[in-house]
Structure formats: structure tokens, C-alpha cells
């Protein structure tokens, strides 16, 4: 058995994000020699269950095995059953925790590289509404930079409890590995804990509740910072009531109604004929459908 190749293969099942759980798995395929083997994994996820069908083959000019690619299975209970296969590029790809978040129907930021071999940032997602040919769906390309979607941009729109600067940086990267992540909202000056996830198809961010359930857009508007309801300090003393401008007459007929409803006040001299008073002269005309009498 090749010492270095079996250290390489390790490295590799970490870095994709299986661990050292297939540690001793990988050694015995290694020992039996074979021109190609197969690990399997399965493990429940934080919501259904993960099955996982790792491909390992010998490369035909020497001893040395490469990690080649991988099925992932993900279900949950509500019926959701999704399979896909995932290519590695020299050990490199989709890692186990972004296979979960593209079955579960989100999107992952990746470096790709396109045929010209220029390397670019895009978010991918399965298209999981179309039936999937040999256990593979399409999968949508979103250019980081050219589709439009800015994920600080969309970020700096909630009204998000203010993180330190690592804290915030660990948002952005979970999100972009298409997690749903935990985040605290102010609304009507109380934290509020929500979950948010990147929507780079529609340029947008989701916003769950506790319970899972997504946000509507004007649910969600409630938790924006450009929501009056969600300005602190100056800003919020910066929202004014609408000023309301009413005629001489018609505070005097104000007045005369505040009075009269008081019994220890008496009423003042003169009483008003009709509502047609109240307006100014020129508006005294009866409109069609309108009739003040």
C-alpha cells in the first residue's frame, strides 16, 4: 500500500467535509488493491437524512487511487427524496455540507473555471423542479459578478443586530455555502431571532421564521432597515407625523364638538347650520355622486 497516497486520499475526505470517519474504510480498499472501490456513508443531517456512495479509482499508469466523485441521497420526512452526482477536478468540488444544502434546494458560491480554463465565482444551484436524467439534475449558473446578485449589498438592507467584523465575515461565508443561517433582527427596538439564506436567483435574501416558514415579501419588509418601525435614535425622531392643514372654520367647529361632549363646559353662542360650512367656499358645490346637505 502507498503510505503517500493513502495520507493524500485522508486529506482529501477532509478537506471535501467527511472527516476521519472513513479514515479506516479508505486504508482496507487501499490494502485489497483493486482497480477501483467504493465507501459509503450515511448520516442524519439537521433536518432528513444523508446517503453518500464515494467512487475511488487506480489510475492506470501507476499505484496511486484518486477520489473521482460521489452520489448523495438526501430525505426527509415530509416526502422531500432528492439524489444527485457530484464530480471532483483534482480532489476538488461540492463538499458533503454544500451536496446537503443543493439538495435541500439553496444556493453555494464556487470558484469554477470555464473552458478557456479562466477561472470566475458563481453561485450554482440544481434545478430540482425538472425530473433529473441519470441521477443528475441541471444545474443554473449565476455569475458573482455579472448577474447582479451582491450578497453584502442584499445583507446591508436587513435590519440585522450589528456583529463584529469576524462575526459578520463568518455570516457571509456560511451563507455562500448555501447554509440557513441563525441571525438576530431589531423590530420595534427587540431582538428577534429569524434564519436567512442567499437567494442569488431572484437577487434576494430569504427570511424564515423559528418555525421554518418563510417570510412573505411584505412580512419581510417589516424587517427591513428602511421600515420607519426599525429606526433607532435620530432616525426614528427624524419620522414625523403627516401635518394635517384645516381651515379657521373648521377648528372652530372642532372646538365647539370637544366642548360639547364636556357636561361641566357650556356650549359657546351660535351653532353651526350644516357641514357645508365647513369647507371653504369654492368647495361648497355638490360633485355628481357627492351630495353634503
Known amino acids: 500500500m502507498n503510505e ?14 467527511f472527516g476521519e470517519k472513513l479514515n479506516a474504510d479508505l486504508e482496507n480498499g487501499l490494502k485489497e488493491g483493486k482497480p477501483e472501490f467504493q465507501l459509503k456513508l450515511n448520516e442524519k443531517m439537521f433536518q432528513g437524512n444523508m446517503e453518500l456512495n464515494l467512487h475511488f479509482k487506480q489510475s492506470p499508469s501507476s499505484d496511486m487511487y484518486f ?14 427524496d432528492m439524489s444527485q452526482s457530484f464530480y ?18 439553496r444556493s ?21 423542479s425538472k425530473n433529473a436524467a441519470n441521477n443528475h439534475f441541471e444545474t443554473k449558473q449565476f455569475h458573482a459578478e455579472k448577474y447582479g446578485f451582491n450578497l453584502a449589498s442584499e445583507l446591508g ?28 433582527f431589531i423590530k420595534d427596538g427587540k431582538e428577534t431571532p429569524m434564519f436567512i439564506e442567499a437567494n442569488p ?14 417570510l412573505s415579501r411584505f412580512e419581510k419588509d417589516q424587517y427591513l432597515k428602511t421600515n420607519p418601525a426599525n ?8 419620522v414625523k407625523e403627516p401635518v ?22 357650556k356650549p359657546l353662542p351660535g351653532k353651526v347650520k350644516s357641514i357645508k360650512e365647513l369647507l371653504p367656499q369654492k368647495e361648497r358645490g355638490v360633485k355628481k355622486g357627492l351630495k353634503i346637505s
Do not use: C
Not at 477520489?67 to 422531500?80: C, I, M, P, Q, V
Not at 456583529?163 to 461565508?173: G, R, V
Open 4 to 17: 503517500k497516497n493513502l495520507k493524500y486520499l485522508k486529506d482529501n475526505l477532509k478537506y471535501m467535509g
Open 244 to 265: 394635517v392643514m384645516i381651515s379657521p372654520k373648521q377648528k372652530e367647529s372642532i372646538n365647539l364638538e370637544k366642548k360639547s361632549n364636556d357636561k361641566t363646559v
Open 231 to 238: 429606526e433607532v435614535g435620530e432616525n426614528r425622531a427624524a
Open 157 to 184: 438592507k436587513l435590519n440585522l443586530v450589528k456583529l463584529p467584523e469576524e462575526k459578520e465575515k463568518q455570516l457571509m461565508q456560511s451563507l455562500e455555502k448555501g447554509n440557513r443561517q441563525a441571525a438576530n
Open 108 to 128: 453555494v458560491l464556487k470558484d469554477l473555471t470555464n473552458k478557456e480554463g479562466e477561472k470566475y465565482a458563481a453561485w450554482i444551484k440544481l434545478d430540482l
Open 88 to 105: 471532483l477536478n483534482n480532489g476538488r468540488g461540492v463538499t458533503y455540507k454544500e451536496a446537503y444544502n443543493l439538495l435541500d434546494g
Open 67 to 80: 477520489f473521482n466523485s460521489y452520489e448523495a441521497r438526501l430525505t426527509k420526512d415530509n416526502g422531500h
Open 201 to 214: 436567483q431572484f437577487k434576494a435574501i430569504n427570511v424564515y421564521d423559528t418555525s421554518g416558514r418563510q
